[in-house]
T-cell receptor
Framework: AQSVTQPDIHITVSEGASLELRCNYS??????LFWYVQSPGQGLQLLLK????DTLVQGIKGFEAEFKRSQSSFNLRKPSVHWSDAAEYFC?????????????WGLGTSLAVNP | DAGVIQSPRHEVTEMGQEVTLRCKPI?????LFWYRQTMMRGLELLIY????????DSGMPEDRFSAKMPNASFSTLKIQPSEPRDSAVYFC?????????????FGEGSRLTVL
């Protein structure tokens, strides 16, 4: 079955600390992988995506993610967290097969940042 | 660009009433998606359109839900009759291109409360 698992429901880090949010997926086809961020009361915004090539991808706001096929993972990282990074983070997987535009979403990880 | 515009932002209604949510996608985008977000089930795709044509409505919960896209710049999601379990935030998103490669641009959502 196709699925995305974000093992951590909630994470709290101190401002300036490093961050890693975990994402594991189960997907039959070659996956396209995404991280989206949702600030309170807002819609989701794309942080970064992986289709092919270099397994370390850079995104907006200083985020990066690494695709590890052997571990079926696509973890999101940031070296130094800012208070404004407090938000909900969603991992998603999809494919470019045919005209299929459905993404499979994780349940999200809520990030709190302590001053 | 104004982004994806949804209305109303908040709706409080009583059980049994008809609810209509509206969405204006980003000009030039050829795909439109309706999502529902709840704490229990996370982000669920209800239906998506390509070039105004419904492609996959398998996520629509039941016959009480219907969606239309009469033209490239407008879509509605209707719930009739509404029930308390429909309370959620409903997001509209639009995208260009094919497959899942295209970035989804989300509106700010319509928060529905059914009493």
């Amino acid at each position: 079955a196709q699925s995305v698992t974000q093992p951590d429901i909630h994470i709290t880090v101190s401002e300036g600390a490093s961050l890693e949010l975990r994402c594991n997926y189960s997907y039959g086809a070659t996956p396209y992988l995404f991280w989206y961020v949702q600030s309170p009361g807002q819609g989701l915004q794309l942080l970064l995506k992986y289709f092919s090539g270099d397994t370390l991808v850079q995104g907006i706001k200083g985020f990066e993610a690494e695709f590890k096929r052997s571990q079926s993972s696509f973890n999101l990282r940031k070296p130094s967290v800012h208070w404004s990074d407090a938000a909900e983070y969603f991992c998603a997987v999809g494919s470019n097969a045919g005209n299929n535009r459905k993404l499979i979403w994780g349940l999200g990880t809520s990030l709190a940042v302590n001053p | 660009d104004a982004g994806v515009i949804q209305s109303p932002r908040h709706e409080v209604t009583e059980m049994g009433q008809e609810v209509t949510l509206r969405c204006k996608p980003i000009s030039g985008h050829n795909s439109l998606f309706w999502y529902r977000q709840t704490m229990m089930r996370g982000l669920e795709l209800l239906i998506y359109f390509n070039n105004n044509v419904p492609i996959d409505d398998s996520g629509m919960p039941e016959d009480r839900f219907s969606a239309k896209m009469p033209n490239a710049s407008f879509s509605t999601l209707k719930i009739q009759p509404s029930e308390p379990r429909d309370s959620a935030v409903y997001f509209c998103a639009s995208s260009s291109g094919t497959g899942t490669a295209g970035e989804l641009f989300f509106g700010e959502g319509s928060r529905l409360t059914v009493l």
